[in-house]
């Protein structure tokens, strides 16, 4: 089981990123994704996850109307589109794959990716 993050990057506040989390050795379709980030002496936090079926999608507060999560189950890829970032934004940036969303949710999913940095200058 592989996911591998990419997209991060350096980018002044109120500009945009679209992150990726390609997956493969597994059923792609099978599980959630979730995207995850931890900021230096922070812990990882939750902040988008979207259902197996494509059906459900939740969002952290702090990204909610800002952050998009979508994905291609024929790309086997998760996708995650920032816009108005900001500098409190910046974070490595993980996803996550589970056979659920509760799992996730309590951070205990099948797998994790290695991240991608993400850098919102003022």
């Known amino acids: 089981v592989q996911l591998v993050e990419s997209g991060g990057g350096l980018v002044q506040a109120g500009g945009s990123l679209r992150l990726s989390c390609a997956a493969s050795?597994?059923?792609?379709?099978?599980?959630?994704i979730g995207w995850f980030r931890q900021a230096p002496g922070k812990e990882r936090e939750g902040i988008s996850y979207?259902?197996?079926?494509?059906?459900?999608?939740d969002y952290a507060d702090s990204v909610k109307g800002r952050f998009t999560i979508s994905r291609d189950n024929a790309k086997n890829t998760v996708y995650l589109q920032m816009h108005s970032l900001r500098p409190e934004d910046s974070a490595v940036y993980y996803c996550?794959?589970?056979?659920?969303?509760?799992?996730?949710?309590?951070?205990?999913?099948?797998?994790w990716g290695r991240g991608t940095q993400v850098t919102v200058s003022s």
């Open positions: 996550a794959a589970a056979r659920s969303l509760y799992r996730l949710r309590i951070k205990r999913p099948s797998s």
């Open positions: 050795g597994f059923t792609f379709d099978d599980y959630a």
């Open positions: 979207i259902s197996i079926a494509d059906t459900s999608t």
